[in-house]
């Protein structure tokens, strides 16, 4: 495959690249810190990638998408793949009384993070279609007490992703929506482990497999399908009342 | 909320929490200790209750450069064991030193200067790495080799990471032919019988290592299943690369009465029997050989709440097969149900002041962290200062410091490296505070 990651300098975004450099695919690294970017490349390299190349792009500057997309594009010589697994997390105390972390939240998550995928499905398209992975969260199936903010922006992410399957696939334009449950990554320490927790390698696993078979929703760790079943079911007089 | 806890791998818990990020530089700018994996038995990766924070490596786990020509890979400090072998096995090269687990990083490697099967061929992980980038009490990053700072180089060997955070690090891998394994087993009826088998397999094979009964209430003094293997060359080893084993994980804390006196010895002669009388030989996965313990994810919940310690010692070549006989039947005296006791041979002393391994026999024995364990810790420990042996920190947990000073007549000279480069001892952990290290 020839992949553009935004996010995979980080969490589970550099384990599922890594799992791409194991295969041999030619990768090209989206972020916005240089030194930090050429570091991974190494690293992916070593892990036995056919090429690695960087270039600078930020998910809160939305600008910087479509020359880091065309710069992708020649680096790759066209490529079929594009991954988005950036963003940026808050828990509801941290975000309900800073405003401005507030939208910086919303904005990446979900209005830059659209934008980002519109680039790359427009790309894709023009070439009779290809992958395009996007990380959104378990956090967006219902409104939580935890995580109100941070959850409406992966639910709308998720809805904008699930249209876009629905009216691309056929035209060969392959979404698929990741949705991991409780991850141990630096983004979620500190934060009280629920059951069923998640390591980046294996959830990366996880992803990878759904991704080859084009699936247009993967659960990981997968038994987070099964819990976000029951969650959906809860009548909302008991989502007032439970912590989670 | 209740107060956070931290503990090794034994599950003795202490006070205290992680900071984890890809950026290890960041996050050891405040705190008195690093950690990895955490896979120190007892109380070497903890803080202090005053410091109450580690930062760990094990996010910062990138390969920084690798040379195939040379096998040389400089790589940051949680890069694992694990993960050297699933990145190099298939392009012939393995980790230098074959440790009882994969779920180690390369900074917890250099801090307890790890040994393996094969220290009697190859020593310790010390004599493979080229440097470390570290990061010293005042906040300064250096590099230490050979050349360069040799002094902060040798005590940070086997240093327990008390002398920096390790930021990195450079080490030579080894070349395989293939990475399997052909491997020979053999049960040996007595501990004399088996004390010899590993002098002789230690001549001819580059890993030995074997279990003992140390239980056997009946029966000669430890019967045992001794283990030697090499890496099996290209006619013998299957064509692929050893896929990665699948581990399923002990989902919750077994009860104490699970670990008993008669548990363990009906473990100990179920295992002793399954094995045929007459050796055995064959080519097998490499993590089956090296990692029997790592199939179970969380077979430390074996021990029940309260957790368990190990002991491990090393018994100097000096003190002859008696002196292995007698700490043996000490053990089976003393009575700590000890699952696996595991003995091999060590070969030289390292160059790291404080390394563990040295010329002898080394044994390790689990011990269920309940009332009286203590005093066995202490019983064994007056036996080994008797010996001349020493125990190896990355296992203890509750060796006292003055019994540390008598079996560690190195201690001086590490402490001088110590004061040199942390003058007001502001790194340490709760393992070396309780050992009065610095």
Redesign the interface.
């Known amino acids: 495959m020839k992949v553009v990651t935004l996010g995979a300098t980080r969490g589970i975004g550099r384990s599922l690249a890594r799992l791409f450099a194991g295969r041999g695919d030619s990768i090209h690294l989206l972020g916005r810190n240089a030194d930090d970017l050429a570091k991974c490349a190494e690293d992916l390299l070593a892990r036995g990638a056919a090429s690695v190349t960087t270039g600078l792009c930020d998910l809160l500057a939305p600008a910087t998408f479509a020359p880091a997309l065309d710069a992708a594009d020649a680096a790759l010589g066209g490529f079929d793949t594009v991954v988005l697994s950036a963003g940026l997390f808050g828990t509801q105390d941290d975000l309900a009384n800073d405003r401005g972390r507030a939208a910086s939240v919303l904005v990446a998550n979900f209005t830059n993070s659209v934008l980002f995928c519109e680039e790359a499905r427009v790309r894709l398209l023009a070439r009779g279609g290809g992958r395009l992975v996007a990380f959104s969260s378990v956090a967006g199936e219902r409104g939580r007490k935890p995580v109100v903010l941070y959850g409406a922006t992966k639910a709308g992410l998720s809805a904008y992703l699930e249209g876009l399957d629905a009216l691309y696939r056929a035209q060969g334009l392959i979404t698929t929506t990741v949705k991991p449950g409780f991850v141990r990554t630096s983004m979620t320490q500190g934060l009280k482990e629920p059951p069923f927790a998640g390591d980046p390698d294996d959830v990366a696993q996880t992803v990878l497999s759904g991704i080859l078979r084009g699936a247009p929703v993967v659960y990981a760790p997968p038994i987070w399908a099964l819990v976000m079943m029951v969650i959906r079911l809860l009548p909302r007089a008991v989502m007032r009342r439970v912590s989670f | 909320m209740a107060e956070a806890q931290l503990s090794g791998w034994g599950r003795v818990f202490g006070p205290g929490r992680?900071?984890?990020?890809?950026d290890l530089e960041a996050i050891t700018r405040d705190v008195a200790l690093t950690r990895g994996l955490a896979r120190s038995y007892g109380d070497s990766s903890l803080p202090t209750p005053e410091d109450g924070v580690v930062a760990s490596s094990r996010?910062a786990d990138?390969?920084?450069?690798?040379d195939p020509a040379t096998g040389v890979?400089r790589a940051e400090a949680g890069f694992s064991l694990l993960q050297i072998n699933r990145?190099f096995w298939s392009r012939g090269f393995a980790a230098p030193v074959a440790p009882g687990t994969q779920f180690i990083t390369l900074g917890g490697m250099v801090s307890a200067d790890v040994h393996g099967k094969d220290h009697h061929a190859t020593g310790s992980f010390g004599p493979h790495v080229r440097s470390i980038r570290m990061r010293l009490a005042s906040g300064d990053i250096v590099v230490a080799s050979r050349d360069e700072n040799a002094d902060l180089f040798k005590a940070t060997i086997g240093g327990m990471g008390l002398l920096g955070h390790i930021l990195d690090v450079t080490f030579t891998m080894a070349r395989i032919p293939s990475a399997w394994v052909a491997i020979e087993t053999e049960k040996m009826p007595d501990l004399g019988s088996y004390l010899a088998g590993l002098k002789e397999a230690a001549r001819r094979y580059p890993f030995t290592m074997g279990w003992i009964d140390t239980l056997g209430a009946s029966g000669p003094l430890g019967r045992g299943i001794l283990m030697r293997g090499r890496w099996a060359d290209t006619r013998e080893a299957p064509a692929e690369t050893p896929r990665p084993l699948v581990r399923p994980g002990l989902p919750f804390v077994l009860p104490e009465f699970a670990i008993s006196r008669a548990t363990v010895s009906a473990f100990n002669a179920l295992y002793y029997g399954i094995h045929p009388d007459t050796p055995r030989r064959k080519v097998e996965h490499p993590e089956t050989f090296f990692y029997p313990l790592d199939a179970i994810r969380n077979w430390n919940r074996l021990y029940g709440r309260r957790g368990f310690t190990q002991y491990q010692c090393v018994i100097p070549e000096a003190a002859g097969a008696e002196g292995v006989q007698s700490f043996v039947s000490l053990l089976r005296r003393t009575g700590g149900s000890s699952m696996l006791s595991v003995i091999k041979d060590c070969g030289d002393e390292g160059e790291g002041l404080l390394s563990f391994p040295m010329r002898g026999t080394s044994v390790a024995l689990d011990i269920p962290a309940r009332e009286g364990v203590q005093d066995i810790v202490d019983t064994l420990n007056a036996h080994l200062i008797d010996l001349g042996g020493r125990i190896y920190l990355a296992k203890d947990r509750f060796t006292r410091a003055a019994d540390f000073r008598r079996m560690e007549p190195r201690l001086d000279a590490w402490r001088e490296v110590k004061k040199k480069y942390d003058p007001s001892g502001r790194l340490r952990s709760a393992q070396s505070a309780r050992l009065e290290l610095t």
């Open positions: 992680e900071v984890v990020s890809e996010l990138r390969i920084l450069a690798f890979v990145t």
